[in-house]
Every structure is written in C-alpha cells, then in structure tokens.
Nanobody, 121 residues
C-alpha cells in the first residue's frame, strides 16, 4: 500500500487542522492505520492508531482529548483531526499502515512522506 499525507500547515495556538492520508490499493480495510510525528531533534513518536474496521482507536496521552483519528474505507483515507493545538505539537506528521495491525501497534510496514505542522505561540 502506498500512502500520501496532506493537510499540514501553520496554525496558531488553540487552532485546528485536519490531516488526511490517502492510500492506494483495494484492501484498505485490512490495514490498521497509525499517525506518528517527529519534532526537530526528537525521535519519532506514536500519536494515534485505528483498526481496519474503525471500531477501535488508541491515542498517546499527549494528544488524548484533543486529537481524533478516523477513517473512511470507501475513500481509502484516514484522518487526524487536531484541535486545541499547542506549540509542542509542531512536527512532521506521518501516516503508516500495517496489515491487521492492532491499534496499539508501534511498528508499521508502510509509511507516507510526512506533512509538516507548525503551531505558533
């Protein structure tokens, strides 16, 4: 599966952004999907995961209650709605896919190219 992330940009503290990740292929619903991020000078970290059927989701504590992961299997797309953004959310955000992955998976096989999110204070 090939992934294409989009939707990043510059936003003020407290603002919102919605990231999208479009996937190729006809078996999208068999892939667990995740969002990760990497801030400058830091390691990549898990943000959120969603099951193939969209019945289960999982979030890092740092984004719980502010971010929402969702997916539309008819459109082969996964989303990350980010609200109440903080400067510490500034990072390059990556979507990832892994066949039959659990929502708590931290290792993935397929990665998108990343989209940059900058939150100004």
């Amino acid at each position: 599966v090939q992934l294409q992330a989009s939707g990043g940009g510059l936003v003020q503290t407290g603002g919102s952004l919605r990231l999208s990740c479009a996937a190729s292929g006809r078996t999208f619903s068999t892939y667990g999907m995740g969002w990760f991020r990497q801030a400058p000078g830091k390691e990549r970290e898990f943000v959120a995961g969603i099951s193939g059927s969209a019945t289960s989701t999982y979030y890092a504590d740092s984004v719980k209650g502010r971010f929402t992961i969702s997916r539309d299997n008819a459109k082969n797309t996964v989303y990350l709605q980010m609200n109440s953004l903080k400067p510490e959310d500034t990072a390059v955000y990556y979507c990832a896919a892994k066949k039959w992955a659990l929502v708590t998976a931290k290792t993935y096989d397929n990665w998108g190219q990343g989209t940059k999110v900058t939150v100004s204070s």
